[in-house]
Nanobody
Framework: QVQLKESGGGLVQAGGSLRLSCAASGRTFSSYVMGWFRQAPGKDREFVAAITWSGGRTYGADFVKGRFTISRDNAKNTVYLQMDSLKPEDTAVYYC?????????????????WGQGTQVTVSS
């Protein structure tokens, strides 16, 4: 049983930083892609970033370039999302997700496993 648990959310002022963590357990993730998504009130869930567990190849939405960095620690089975220069429009629930096999790394429907989410609130 795959389990993903996010942590690290909170309230931060605009321009500040947060680091989200996603602890993964339940199986060997070497062939998986790990993703971060977010969902603001009244909006669809959207792709933020993804990383391949084995090679560490990263993907990111246009709006995070230069501000957010995804990384992973294989020894700890943990994926991170470092968020810098946060803006009020980054306010959302952030979700960690895992997928296996071919397909789009940015599509919500490609991910079979999801964490419960962690709230990020950026004040102006």
């Amino acid at each position: 049983q795959v389990q993903l648990k996010e942590s690290g959310g909170g309230l931060v002022q605009a321009g500040g930083s947060l680091r989200l963590s996603c602890a993964a357990s339940g199986r060997t993730f070497s062939s998986y892609v790990m993703g971060w998504f977010r969902q603001a009130p009244g909006k669809d869930r959207e792709f933020v970033a993804a990383i391949t567990w084995s090679g560490g190849r990263t993907y990111g939405a246009d709006f995070v370039k230069g501000r957010f960095t995804i990384s992973r620690d294989n020894a700890k089975n943990t994926v991170y999302l470092q968020m810098d220069s946060l803006k009020p429009e980054d306010t959302a629930v952030y979700y960690c997700a895992a997928r296996y096999g071919s397909g789009s790394n940015s599509a919500v429907y490609e991910y079979a496993y999801w964490g419960q989410g962690t709230q990020v609130t950026v004040s102006s």
